[in-house]
């Protein structure tokens, strides 16, 4: 039986791109290791809506969280949190050494626009952080408007975490002004874990510059000189079948249409959120809902470990809740490839268990 992976990631990969991971592996130094990541950046920019450049890890998206506010951060970084993934960013910047401090919102809430302008008419930061699709709490951040805020301060790197949403939700990177856009691809993107990539602005390459201590793995200006040096390669040894994957499953993306896929996700999201609405609460501020998970709210104390236990046995997983949520809410993930009767699937199979 085929399992159905309904966490916020990693989730299934269809068998095609499984295939992918084992084409034969290459060197990492020849023409085609140059031409394969030349194929990836041109994709990843259609899925951002980007002109800048690509630069991709392999890590999963932590890594490159860390290198973008260690390697960007020249006078002090702004972290906007409203949640668990948000809070590692902070942590990033302390452990790391970069003057860092943490703006938090109540759990279920957004950050709001208007809070990131009185945080930065102070001055002192030169680097911000947003997390767009919260996996904690379901929150969907509107980093549009904060987008508008920043068009005021020039000198100001704009870094957001999409791990969990982009390939699912629309991220138009030029247009919203994001500087470091990063994302993982073992979520909404459809692929095994351990790959990660993120945009990289003309901007954020200045910054970068004027930072001297970037470290050495997750330095991102060394990423991109080593891309305009070489010639779209890698600075240490990439994971090649990840990559061999990565640029099949980004073609597949783009052959269903950006568009057909975000609005693929709006129609499971919605499937999703009226089972909950009809059983259960939503935790999270309607207004900000994520359209790749549903953070469900426990109102019938359910035991969840029980229930994953019963959907296991019938090729299903959903996940708890995170951090401090863990035991007042649950989560279900709809992203990636699966289809609104995949989803319709899982709440039957939830149905017949729970006895509703
Ligand atoms: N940010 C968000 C919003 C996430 O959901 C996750 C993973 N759950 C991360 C960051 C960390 O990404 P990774 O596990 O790929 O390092």
């Known amino acids: 039986m085929s399992k159905k992976l309904f966490i916020p990631g990693p989730i ?7 295939e992918q991971m084992a084409t034969p592996v290459i060197s990492h130094r020849s023409k085609e290791a140059s031409e394969l990541q030349k194929s990836i950046t041109e994709k990843a920019k259609k899925l951002f809506y980007t002109d800048n450049e690509i630069l991709l890890s392999t ?3 932590t890594g490159l969280m860390e290198g973008s506010i260690r390697c960007c951060t020249s006078k002090r970084a702004a972290v906007f949190s409203c949640g668990s993934f948000g809070d590692r960013w902070h942590k990033m910047g302390i452990t790391n050494g970069v003057p860092t401090d943490l703006f938090k919102v109540e759990l279920g809430h957004a950050i709001e626009p208007e809070m ?6 102070t001055g002192k930061y030169d680097l911000i952080t947003v997390t767009h699709n919260e996996t904690s709490t379901g929150i969907r951040n509107s980093i549009e408007d904060i987008g508008q805020i920043l068009k005021k301060y020039d000198d100001v790197v704009y870094c957001v975490d999409t791990v969990s949403s982009a390939g699912g939700i629309k991220i138009p990177v030029d247009e919203i002004g994001i500087d470091i856009c990063i994302t993982s691809v073992q979520k909404a993107i459809g692929l095994p874990p351990g790959m990660s990539l993120c945009t990289f602005s003309e901007k954020a390459r200045k910054r970068a ?3 001297p201590n970037r470290g050495v793995y997750f330095d991102l200006l060394a990423m991109y000189e ?10 240490s040894t990439p994971s090649l079948s990840h990559m061999f994957a990565l640029n099949y499953q980004l073609e597949k993306i783009l052959k269903e249409g950006l568009e057909n896929r975000f609005k693929r996700h709006e129609n499971m999201a919605k499937i999703v959120r009226n089972w ?6 939503i935790f999270t501020d309607k ?3 994520s359209n790749t998970l549903t953070v469900v709210k426990n109102t019938q104390n359910i035991d969840v470990s029980k229930l994953n236990e019963e959907l296991q046995k019938r090729g299903y997983l959903i996940a708890n809740g995170y951090g401090e949520l863990k035991d007042k809410t649950f989560r279900i993930s709809h992203m990636g490839d699966y289809t609104e009767e995949d989803v319709r699937d899982l709440l039957k199979n939830i149905d017949e268990i729970l006895g509703f």
């Open 12 to 18: 299934d990969v269809s068998e095609d791109v499984l």
């Open 59 to 61: 890590s999963s998206g």
């Open 116 to 121: 990131v302008d009185k945080v930065l008419a």
């Open 209 to 211: 510059e004027k930072v």
């Open 226 to 235: 080593y891309i305009k040096k070489k010639n779209y390669q890698y600075p």
């Open 276 to 281: 909950a609405e009809e059983h259960f609460e």
């Open 287 to 289: 207004n900000h809902l």
